[in-house]
């Protein structure tokens, strides 16, 4: 490991800036005197603007700017916002209504934009909303995912937004009617907000030539490309910078409404304007994630072998396309449809449906979870149908050591994998053995236990391509440029101390700059669980280029052959020579004899394949059945990221993953109304997991080091998140299943297990 990274669990660098109070966030660097935004939201699920009367809130005191539809229009700003889509079954394209930066004529979820007010306070603005006459007829709101109700679009009439398949349907089928025992189920996913810590924000400046939009986002090179489709401005002239991020989940990836806005009104006025979402509003505008049902047919042959794997998904696109809704649970989904197991019969098929509700997309996982939810839920009712240990169910079926590098029916190739070494480490994590006097001890109090399995596999998703670029300053610091987005994931800790393992410069001298396209010529910014092993790959590419550019140089100064100097990974050297420098030292002397050209490096690289994170997720419930409260009482995961850089900060990201699955398990849950309200809309109604929610966390690794990479890394930020799902939910029917519940979905409020329970001995009785 010393030559990739001496995986050694260093502490966090930027946390000293982020506790003591000195983070730079967007809301914090604004330009002095820059107008305040405020956003009139529709309060109306679906109907036809009748009226919308600006004239007051334009005269009102303070007030220097109001948009609206018509005046976007006005000023030639006619586009929309962008869309990606997949291919129907049929050969078509799924459909792409127009989603409009400001409401068009009809309004089509709570909380859609309907104008937006500038002005020199954030009161002002706020009190001109108030003088903005609005009226809506009222449409019927379409909320269930089939085909019919009112239509949000005329180009999809039946409100489906598209019809997708991967695989063969005929063949899937054929292997389900000779399967020796075929097991169906029904899963719900449920609907969730993403709750950043801190909630969207942007400022926007124009100098008459040049536009600079400041956003709390993942990555700023997407962002400038919409802003130059949207505004028809050369690339040269749109600046985007992301400075310090609290939280992005995949949901500050795609660009919103706001940001076309307070960069067309910074234009418009020659003045910087800043806005800054509140909690309510985020609960309203933001995309939301997951959201779906399947209905799900596993094939089994005479061994208990998984020889076929059907599922028929309706997933919740919310009122239009997001920027990447449509593929996330079809293309997305289908990387890890399989999971671990070794299965080619497969069939999955997915409609995507219009609601008035706000937009899904990517959260944590994208894709990959909702996946993995699925199946691990399905194999886990399998075993109980099939009146088998669902830990050997899942054994059966593993893709085995000697089939690597092994192709999935959906098309990817797993370099590598152990899932029973995985799987044997996490029973003795978890203590299997032991589970049975724990729930003997529960009973005895009269409570509930339940022990829930998930063994997961991800896809490493996004650009398997990245730049860095290193530069040595004058006062002996050094810079490092680089391509992906810190959130909060501790990016200037992992990529400052994996260049001074590569180059012995020491890491309190480097520093990472990132977040500015003046700054940053390309980058693919961070999701996927992309960033540490792209940006790392690519680190590597500029050290080698570092090497080859210095070693003809120091060669001369050691008077040898240049094929006689080596590098060490801390210094030069050449038998026969005295001089041994440090890069630094080398970039200090090539500064003395003004060779400049020695002081800055740069290289791209790609990555020739993606890696596959893996491992199982064990929890362990109980519940009170008098109340239906689930107490998470016990939770470990051995998870298999290859070589780890730095092992606490992949524990950190996992436990913060585990929160949110769990969260979604247990606690957290989207409602809306008959009319498309909002109901969970603050954080009286919108429970999220608090620390008395969660146990300790217990983390351990069984590595098995990627090929795809050189590094034999494995990317981790998203694994969390895509293994607790399951393993709580599994939990949790585990316990409910001694007392007669046959299905069980999240969230599993206290009122929801109660009411399972005794729905359940209703039907006994």
Not at 520 to 538: F, H, P, Y
Not at 559 to 585: H, Q, Y
Request: with cysteine; hydrophobic share 40%; charged share 25%.
């Amino acid at each position: 490991m010393d030559k990739f990274g001496k995986s050694q669990p260093v502490k966090r660098v930027e946390d000293v800036r982020f506790l003591t109070g000195q983070g730079r966030y967007v809301d914090d660097i604004a330009p002095e005197g820059a107008l305040f935004g405020f956003v009139l939201r529709s309060s109306v699920a679906h109907g036809v603007i009748t009226d919308l009367d600006v004239s007051e809130a334009r005269a009102a005191d303070g007030v220097a700017l109001v948009l609206t539809a018509d005046d976007l229009a006005q000023d030639g700003l006619t586009e929309g916002m962008s869309a990606t889509v997949v291919d129907n079954r049929d050969g078509t394209k799924g459909a792409a209504p127009r989603r409009p930066i400001l409401a068009e004529s009809k309004v089509r979820f709570v909380g859609e934009p309907v104008a937006m007010i500038f002005a020199e306070t954030l009161t002002a603005a706020r009190d001109a909303a108030e003088l903005i006459v609005l009226d809506i007829d009222d449409l019927p709101a379409k909320l269930d995912l089939a085909p019919g109700g009112a239509a949000l679009h005329d180009e999809a009439a039946d409100n489906r937004a598209f019809d997708w398949g991967m695989g063969d349907a005929d063949a899937c089928t054929a292997a389900l009617d000779s399967a020796a025992h075929v097991v169906r189920m029904q899963v719900e996913d449920n609907r969730i907000i993403v709750n950043s810590m801190e909630p969207r924000g942007c400022f926007a400046e124009w100098d008459g030539t040049r536009l600079h939009l400041s956003v709390n986002g993942q990555g700023v090179w997407g962002t400038k490309g919409q802003l130059v489709r949207v505004f028809g401005l050369d690339e040269a002239n749109v600046r985007v910078t992301n400075p310090d991020v609290g939280g992005g989940f995949g949901m500050k990836t795609m660009t919103y409404p706001e940001y076309f806005l307070c960069a067309h009104a910074a234009m418009k006025l020659g003045r910087p304007v800043r806005w800054m979402s509140e909690r309510t509003e985020a609960m309203l505008s933001d995309n939301a994630g997951r959201d779906l049902v399947h209905d799900v047919a596993l094939g089994f042959d005479e061994n208990l072998k998984l020889t076929a794997y059907h599922v028929e998904t309706r997933c919740n696109l919310g009122a239009y396309n997001s920027q990447f809704g449509q593929p996330i649970q079809t293309l997305l989904f289908s990387r890890v449809l399989t999971g671990p197991y070794d299965v080619q019969a497969t069939w999955l098929h997915v409609e995507g449906y219009y609601t008035n509700t706000t937009q899904v997309d990517a959260y944590r996982g994208a894709g990959r979870p909702e996946a993995i939810y699925v199946l691990e839920r399905a194999m886990d009712m399998a075993a109980r149908e099939l009146g088998v240990d669902g830990w050997d169910l899942r054994r059966r079926s593993f893709i085995p050591v000697d089939r690597f590098p092994y192709d999935t029916a959906t098309g990817e190739t797993y370099d590598v994998g152990d899932f029973n070494r995985v799987l044997d480490h996490a029973a003795r994590t978890a203590d299997l053995g032991g589970f049975a006097a724990r729930r003997t001890a529960s009973e005895a109090k009269g409570k509930l236990r339940g022990m829930g399995l998930c063994y997961y596999i991800e896809s490493i998703l996004g650009d398997p391509s990245e730049g860095a670029k290193v530069e040595f300053n004058e006062d002996g610091t050094v810079f490092i440029y680089v391509g992906t987005q810190s959130n909060g994931q501790g990016h200037e800790t992992v990529y400052a101390r994996f260049l001074s393992d590569q180059t012995g410069i020491p890491a309190d001298r480097i520093f990472v700059i990132q977040g500015d396209s003046d700054l940053i010529e390309k980058g693919g910014g961070t999701g996927g669980s992309r960033s540490v092993t792209v940006q790392n790959n690519a680190t590597l590419a500029t050290v080698d280029a570092m090497v080859a550019a210095f070693t003809p140089y120091l060669a001369e100064k050691m008077e040898v052959a240049e094929g006689d100097v080596t590098f060490d990974d801390e210094t030069f050297r050449a038998p026969g020579s005295n001089l041994t420098p440090t890069m630094i030292e080398a970039a200090e002397m090539a500064r003395a004899d003004g060779r400049d050209d020695l002081l800055v490096h740069q290289a791209r690289a790609t990555l020739p394949g993606r890696s596959f994170p893996n491992g199982a997720h064990v929890a362990e419930v109980e519940v009170d059945p008098e109340t239906g409260v689930v107490t998470l009482d016990r939770y470990s995961v051995v998870d298999d990221f290859g070589n780890l850089i730095n092992p606490m900060l992949a524990e950190g990201q996992v436990h913060g993953g585990v929160a949110q699955g769990v969260g979604q398990a247990l606690t957290e849950s989207v409602a809306y109304d008959a009319d498309g309200q909002l109901l969970t809309a603050t954080f009286m109604d919108y429970a999220m997991p608090r620390a008395d929610d969660l146990p300790m966390i217990v983390f351990e690794t069984e590595p098995v080091p990627s090929t795809a990479n050189i590094m034999g890394m494995k990317g981790c930020g998203e694994a969390g998140t895509v293994g607790a799902m399951a393993a709580t939910a599994n939990a949790v029917f585990d316990a409910l299943w001694a007392r007669g519940v046959r299905r069980a979905d999240m969230p599993f409020t206290p009122h929801r297990v109660w009411k399972m329970l005794n729905d359940a001995m209703e039907t006994a009785a």
